[in-house]
């Protein structure tokens, strides 16, 4: 499995990619415009389908490297992050009761969800902090 590595890499990053936009896309299409159609089922599934995809990426990868959640501080905070992310975009497409909650938990997931790339792209759970600590 060690040499599909980049492939397996390159799907999780394009999976990450796909899922950050599909929600950015339903979320403003649900929350500014009041479309119907970013809960439509075929969406969902696409939703889930790139999650799963994603996901599976991400344990393939976490097996070939050897570091796992709870023993490596970055993918703990990675998954912790994730957990929050999820809860916020369910808020942000669904559960909020007005549009201004929608939009907020709407925003806050996208912080979160550029936090947990920067965490990724650093190898650090500080993410993009760590490099603003190294600067200073």
């Known amino acids: 499995m060690d040499t599909f590595y980049l492939e397996i890499r390159n799907v999780h990053i394009a999976a990450v990619s796909l899922s950050g936009l599909l929600f950015l896309v339903r979320a403003?299409?649900?929350?500014?415009?009041?479309?119907?159609?970013?809960?439509?089922?075929p969406i969902r599934y696409l939703s889930y389908t790139i999650d799963t995809i994603l996901l599976t990426a991400a344990l393939m990868l976490?097996?070939?490297?050897?570091?796992?959640?709870?023993?490596?501080?970055?993918?703990?905070a990675k998954v912790l992050l994730l957990a929050a992310y999820i809860v916020l975009g369910s808020y942000a497409l669904k559960r909020a009761r007005t549009r201004a909650a929608k939009l907020a938990?709407?925003?806050?997931?996208?912080?979160?969800?550029?936090?947990?790339?920067?965490?990724?792209?650093?190898?650090?759970?500080?993410?993009f902090i760590s490099l603003l600590q190294a600067g200073a």
């Not at 403003?28 to 089922?41: G, I, Q, Y």
């Not at 806050?108 to 650090?124: D, G």
């Open 62 to 76: 976490m097996t070939i490297v050897k570091q796992f959640p709870f023993v490596d501080a970055w993918l703990t």
């Open 105 to 127: 938990f709407t925003s806050a997931a996208i912080v979160v969800f550029l936090f947990i790339v920067s965490i990724a792209r650093t190898h650090n759970a500080l993410g």
């Open 28 to 41: 403003l299409a649900s929350n500014v415009f009041n479309a119907r159609w970013p809960m439509a089922a």
